[in-house]
T-cell receptor
């Protein structure tokens, strides 16, 4: 069974305190991995796509990396506005013409000023 | 601006009632999706549609129905057969030809039971 697990479930940091969120997966084939940010009461907002092990993507204070079994979302010197739930989703090659995504349960990140 | 519009934002269902959630997109995407989000769980796929007049069941389709009469619209009906409908419902879309592009999401509809 395809599974995606995110850890920790919740993380509370002080402003400026860097850390990493983990997304580990056991799936039968990987076309890519997506990271999304979700604010309360809103839909997920796309952040990054990673396609192959060793790939890295950066955007402002966020950097996403990918290995064969997991992905990390590194957050450097976070600010309170970075507080959100971060979701990862694995793209599986099982539906022609549409995407089959398996989502993790998310990490709820809180940055205290 | 291009995007996905879901309505209503909040919806209440009475016992034995069917309710319909609206999803409209102006991104010219071929594929559209409905997900259900429950606290502490990942998004779960209810139904998806690759093209007009075609749709497929996802992982948790029981108690739900959809239609795709127009490219821009993919409404979801939560029927009385869905015994635990309280959840946050998200609609998404993606391009078909370049399916490695990310899905774009609406801002959801929160459904509760009266």
């Amino acid at each position: 069974e395809d599974q995606v697990t995110q850890s920790p479930e919740a993380l509370r940091l002080q402003e400026g305190e860097s850390s990493s969120l983990n997304c580990s997966y056991t799936v039968s084939g990987l076309r890519g991995l997506f990271w999304y940010r979700q604010d309360p009461g809103k839909g997920p907002e796309f952040l990054f796509t990673l396609y192959s092990a060793g790939e890295e993507k950066e955007k402002e204070r966020l950097k996403a990396t990918l290995t064969k079994k997991e992905s990390f979302l590194h957050i450097t010197a976070p600010k309170p506005e970075d507080s959100a739930t971060y979701l990862c989703a694995v793209h599986l090659p099982s539906i022609v013409g549409a995407q089959k995504l398996v989502f993790g349960q998310g990490t709820r990140l809180t940055i205290n000023p | 601006d291009g995007g996905i519009t879901q309505s209503p934002k909040y919806l209440f269902r009475k016992e034995g009632q069917n309710v319909t959630l609206s999803c409209e997109q102006n991104l010219n995407h071929d594929a559209m999706y409905w997900y259900r989000q429950d606290p502490g769980q990942g998004l779960r796929l209810i139904y998806y549609s690759q093209i007009v007049n075609d749709f497929q069941k996802g992982d948790i389709a029981e108690g739900y129905s959809v239609s795709r009469e127009k490219k821009e619209s993919f409404p979801l009906t939560v029927t009385s057969a869905q015994k635990n409908p309280t959840a946050f419902y998200l609609c998404a879309s993606s391009t078909r030809a370049r399916s490695n592009q990310p899905q774009h999401f609406g801002d959801g509809t929160r459904l509760s039971i009266l």
